[in-house]
């Protein structure tokens, strides 16, 4: 099935944009933490990086839409700053909910990686947002996706 000139709805990932989406998972909107049923972001993918025109590098990119078109505040970044970002997620989130203090650590294949706190205030705000019942339980049901994927793959 050729999908490269699929115009672009409200529902799925356009094909005809920079960002060449090898798999993607439209109606996002369904699905989308808080913003369940009321988001403006119509799908995810992970693709062809649209800064690249000789190699192949994978990136993922949230589409977002504005008055029926592809917003400009769609982002792209690169897998593995996706999985870092998600690893942050993890680490941010066990801290704050679990109570566990110690450093925020990530080792990655550029050496050990530090996060810190820099405004304690929001620290405050982002403390509530994560133990407040509602937004724990969607944030546990995802973990517990990410943790069975995890486990299933083979390294």
């Given at each position: 099935m ?27 909107s369904?699905?989308?933490g ?25 990136s ?5 839409t ?6 400009r ?83």
């Amino acid at each position: 099935m050729d999908t490269t000139n699929k115009k672009c709805n409200r529902t799925a990932v356009p094909m005809n944009r920079k960002h060449k989406p090898v798999y993607v998972i439209n109606e996002y909107s369904l699905s989308d933490g808080q913003h369940k049923n009321n988001s403006d972001v119509i799908g995810i993918s992970l693709g062809k990086a649209q800064w690249c025109n000789e190699k192949f590098e994978p990136s993922v990119k949230v589409w977002r839409t504005k008055n029926g078109k592809i917003s400009r505040q769609s982002e792209e970044t690169t897998l593995t700053r996706a999985l870092d970002l998600a690893t942050l997620s993890l680490l941010v989130y066990d801290i704050e909910v679990n109570g566990r203090e110690n450093n925020i650590m990530s080792s990655s294949v550029f050496g050990k990686m530090e996060a810190e706190v820099v405004d304690d205030n929001l620290r405050a705000s982002l403390h509530s947002y994560l133990n407040s019942e509602e937004n724990r339980l969607d944030i546990i049901e995802h973990i517990k996706i990410l943790k069975k994927i995890i486990e299933n793959i083979k390294l």
